[in-house]
T-cell receptor, first 111, second 115 residues
């Protein structure tokens, strides 16, 4: 059974700091990995999708990387802002042909 | 606006009652999904449908039922058999990027609580 783990569960940083969120997964037969943002009481917004043939994707201040051999993905947020405060979830699409989600990292950016 | 609409935003269930959560999409996506989210946990798949008039059980289907009579609609019924229904329910639809890749789009969710 494929599993996705996100550590830490919560993270607080001062505004302006660069930060990295981590995601690890157990299924080596990964097709893609997606990063989502969730605001309190809201649905998920897709941030980045990395296909298995890619190593990274960038969107604005966000950069996501994928290392299949080590079973890890990272989401790098540059120059963090209070508006970045949210829960960030990663999800892998693997051999089960469905998304498996991590439990998320709750990020707080302090002004 | 194109998107996924879930209603109601908040729903309360009395013991022994069945309740139905609505999910409508106008993205023309074939596949639709229902997930359950408990506090501090990731999303768990309840049911999914790849095409009209067909649906499959996910990891936690017991106590739930669905229908897919129209492409745009995928309602979820939480039956009285679901003994712990309090959770945040998310509906999603997906677009297939390649044979082995799809991208999901989510509604804004329904918070279900037990009275």
């Amino acid at each position: 059974k494929q599993e996705v783990t996100q550590i830490p569960a919560a993270l607080s940083v001062p505004e302006g700091e660069n930060l990295v969120l981590n995601c690890s997964f157990t299924d080596s037969a990964i097709y893609n990995l997606q990063w989502f943002r969730q605001d309190p009481g809201k649905g998920l917004t897709s941030l980045l999708l990395i296909q298995s043939s890619q190593r990274e994707q960038t969107s604005g201040r966000l950069n996501a990387s994928l290392d299949k051999s080590s079973g890890r993905s990272t989401l790098y947020i540059a120059a963090s802002q209070p508006g970045d405060s949210a829960t960030y979830l990663c999800a892998m699409y693997g051999s089960a042909r469905q998304l498996t989600f991590g439990s998320g990292t709750q990020l707080t950016v302090l002004p | 606006d194109g998107g996924i609409t879930q209603s109601p935003k908040y729903l309360f269930r009395k013991e022994g009652q069945n309740v139905t959560l609505s999910c409508e999409q106008n993205l023309n996506h074939d596949a639709m999904y229902w997930y359950r989210q408990d506090p501090g946990q990731g999303l768990r798949l309840i049911y999914y449908s790849q095409i009209v008039n067909d649906f499959q059980k996910g990891d936690i289907a017991e106590g739930y039922s669905v229908s897919r009579e129209k492409k745009e609609s995928f309602p979820l019924t939480v039956t009285s058999a679901q003994k712990n229904p309090t959770a945040f329910y998310l509906c999603a639809s997906s677009i297939r990027l390649t044979a082995t890749n799809e991208k999901l789009f989510f509604g804004s969710g329904t918070q279900l609580s037990v009275l």
